[in-house]
């Protein structure tokens, strides 16, 4: 199923799935199972297993099998390398297939999901270089009669925990380099948006991998999450999405085997702006950076910080962009804003576009909601008129809601934009290198750009600074992320003897 010939429209009928364990889809049989409805056409696109706890220690354990048995640990880079190799070319040939369900279920325009999809087979192609590379170190300098080896070996059995707003991406930030350092994976995807991990199971058996090294467990983050964050024989949990459930499993892992934590959390990411930038090309990127993926993006750029020379200026060329973005189906390939993906999400935002006009904000533009016959949408919306205590510009609103502070000096910038719990992303817009650099360098985030935004490639690593989480993915560091370090001390020659 590659690039559709005529215009697409939702399935007749819903997919059915079954959950991924130990090489093989299984069907629910006797289990209930939990109906996905599109949020941008209202009717049902996918079903799924609702799993059970049995199921989840079953998946488990047939990581931890394949792990202790060394049947990918075992390989030789070189061998893990040419699974990924595979599994980046079965993602470009099926990448038609998995773009339709995850704007199916998301509601992300099919234009971007083609666009995450091929990033995704990007991602498996990179990692595959990485898993050749990964290397200890030595030490030569522990005199004649030592010599000291560092190994990196991969930590066990990972259990991995992704939302909704990037289901397949946000995996595949995480998997190849999982699999890279030669772990095994239990996947537990937001039960609203599962199809595309499963079809990713199903890729990387067909590509070679190992029964066992890739199961996927589905149901709701309440109950299989749960299971996951408290369960003894998962050795490392990558989590993402809420700071929330970040926290509980913190208190999880320490409640149960101080398994050690991946956590990209929450984000409240400033866009700086200066008089001196390139404004045309600010005004785009920061309309950009706040309506795509309908805001419901870690790293949206959803604090607007503009030199107060040029604020009111900017302001009206952020929202003249901003009421030009082509909202609708997105199962249509011109829709640049699409659906909001849950009814939770939905509420949330209308929520804080009622809380910001009664804390006293003004609403520039949108909030409105377009009347497409069926679905959540809602027109990306700017605030001015915002104080830094107002909810809408601390907290995370996971939405197309834009605020607007203004600033007259870069120290002031710089203290405007690490005033929030969060440290996840920023970007900064001036055609003066000494000043973007030294904002790089004030302002604490885990990801930055200058005079661009949300670019990136699987080089660079991801990750957030204070309460955006823990720990690093993608790139060599994601893959050592997924890794622990071994000394080995070995003795040269005779040993000088202790005891008598
Ligand atoms: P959650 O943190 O609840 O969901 C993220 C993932 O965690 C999903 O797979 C979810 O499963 C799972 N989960 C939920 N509860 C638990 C639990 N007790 N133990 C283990 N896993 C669990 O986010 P929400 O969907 O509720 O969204 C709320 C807010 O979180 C958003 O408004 C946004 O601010 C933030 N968020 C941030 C994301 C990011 O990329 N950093 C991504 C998503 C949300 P299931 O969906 O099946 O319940």
């Not at 079953?58 to 075992?74: I, K, L």
């Not at 973005?325 to 939770?344: K, Y």
């Not at 885990?446 to 309460?467: D, H, I, S």
Request: aromatic share 8%; net charge negative.
């Amino acid at each position: 199923m590659n690039k559709p010939l005529t215009r697409l429209s939702p399935p007749a009928e819903p997919r059915e799935f079954g959950f991924f364990l130990d090489g093989r889809a299984v069907p629910a049989g006797e289990r209930s199972l939990i109906e996905r409805r599109s949020p941008a056409h209202d009717v049902p696109v996918t079903r799924i297993p609702h799993c059970t706890q049995d199921d989840l220690d079953a998946a488990v354990a047939a990581a931890r099998r394949a792990f202790d048995d060394r049947r990918w640990s075992g390989l030789s880079g070189a061998a893990r390398a040419g699974v990924l190799l595979k599994a980046g070319a079965l993602i470009r040939e099926r990448a038609e297939e998995i773009a339709y369900f995850e704007t199916l279920e998301n509601g992300k325009p099919i234009a971007q999901a083609r666009g995450e999809v091929a990033g995704c087979a990007d991602m498996f192609e990179y990692a595959s270089g990485l898993a050749r590379s990964l290397h200890g170190d030595s030490f030569n300098n522990l005199g004649d009669g030592m010599f000291g080896i560092v190994t990196r070996e991969p930590v066990g059995v990972v259990g991995l925990i992704t939302p909704w707003n990037f289901p397949f991406l946000i995996l595949c930030e995480r998997v190849p380099y999982i699999l890279a350092s030669g772990c095994t994976i239990v996947a537990k995807p937001s039960e609203v948006t599962s199809a595309s991990t499963l079809l990713l199971a199903g890729i990387l058996t067909e590509a070679g991998l190992p029964d066992g090294c890739m199961n996927v467990v589905t149901g709701p983050g309440s109950s299989i999450g749960q299971g996951m964050i408290e369960h003894m024989d998962i050795d490392m949990l990558s989590f993402t999405g809420s700071t929330g459930v970040g926290r509980r499993c913190v208190e999880a892992a320490a409640r149960s085997n101080f398994k050690k934590l991946g956590l990209e959390l929450g984000g409240k990411n400033p866009q700086i702006v200066f008089a001196d930038a390139d404004l045309e090309d600010a005004a785009d990127g920061v309309a950009f950076g706040i309506a795509f993926n309908t805001g419901q993006c870690c790293v949206s750029g959803s604090r607007l910080i503009v030199e107060r020379s040029v604020a009111d200026r900017f302001a009206a060329m952020v929202q003249a962009k901003l009421e030009r973005v082509r909202i609708g189906d997105p199962l249509d390939e011109s829709t640049q804003v699409g659906a909001i993906t849950t009814e939770a999400q939905n509420a949330t935002i209308l929520g804080y576009l009622r809380k910001g006009q009664e804390e006293g904000a003004r609403l520039l533009c949108g909030g409105t909601i377009p009347d497409l016959g069926a679905g959540r949408f809602i027109g990306p919306a700017i605030f001015t008129d915002v104080t830094r205590d107002m909810s809408i510009v601390r907290d995370e609103i996971f939405g197309p809601v834009l605020t607007i502070l203004p600033f007259d000096t870069l120290d002031e910038a710089v203290e405007i934009a690490n005033d929030t719990i969060y440290g996840l992303a920023a970007s900064v817009w001036s055609q003066d290198i000494d000043k973007a650099l030294t904002v790089t360098r004030r302002v604490r985030a885990g990801r930055f750009w200058v005079n661009t935004t949300l670019a990136g490639g699987p080089e660079l690593p991801l990750g957030g600074f204070k309460q955006s989480g823990w720990g690093r993915e993608a790139g060599m560091y994601g893959v050592e992320e997924y890794t622990q370090v071994k000394s080995v001390h070995v003795e040269i020659g005779k040993r000088r003897h202790w005891g008598a």
